[in-house]
């Protein structure tokens, strides 16, 4: 368990529109709500950037968050996020925004308040390079894309 810091940005967050919690004791993410004022439809293929009524500040470097789709909306009603998975960086302290997608064949219509994605916290490791002239041999080598075959 991390603490982060939450600004509530839209007033009705935490009382028409409830904070993100993790819906169950094993929940890995935590939902998030779309702070609209109006039913928003998304025709197929359209984009749209919703406001989640919030900005968290993760202040420590070790940590990121993603916002990830929900997999009933995105299987279902094909509404999934127009960056695929949206990378909240710890030093980031705008408002947390969800980029959704309608990638499916019918329009999508959300409600003010509704759970339009989630969002999970991660740990994160902070590369430096040390540049070498060449690497230590593996088994793998510089094989990839399927070189291990398929069955
Ligand atoms: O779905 C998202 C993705 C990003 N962000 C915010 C938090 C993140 O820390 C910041 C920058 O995101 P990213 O680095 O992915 O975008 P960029 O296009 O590289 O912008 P920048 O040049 O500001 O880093 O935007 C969101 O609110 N929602
Ligand atoms: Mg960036």
């Not at 600004?7 to 702070?35: C, F, H, N, Q, V």
Request: aromatic content about 6%.
């Amino acid at each position: 368990m991390i603490d982060v810091e939450l600004k509530i940005l839209d007033p009705r967050l935490g009382k028409d529109i409830p904070l993100p919690a993790y819906a169950t004791e094993g929940s890995a993410g935590m939902d998030l709500r779309a702070a609209i004022d109006e039913p928003l439809t998304l025709e197929p293929g359209e984009t749209a950037l919703v406001p989640s009524g919030l900005a968290i500040h993760i202040g420590d470097p070790r940590w990121c968050a993603l916002i990830l789709p929900r997999s009933g909306l995105g299987h279902k009603h094909g509404l999934v996020l127009g960056n695929l998975t949206g990378l909240i960086d710890a030093d980031y302290q705008g408002p947390l925004m969800i980029s959704c997608w309608n990638r499916g064949a019918q329009a999508f219509t959300m409600q003010p308040g509704d759970r339009i994605a989630q969002l999970m916290f991660m740990p994160v490791a902070q590369a430096r390079w040390r540049v070498v002239e060449a690497f230590d041999p593996s088994r793998r080598g510089g094989g990839g894309f399927g070189s291990t075959g398929v069955s």
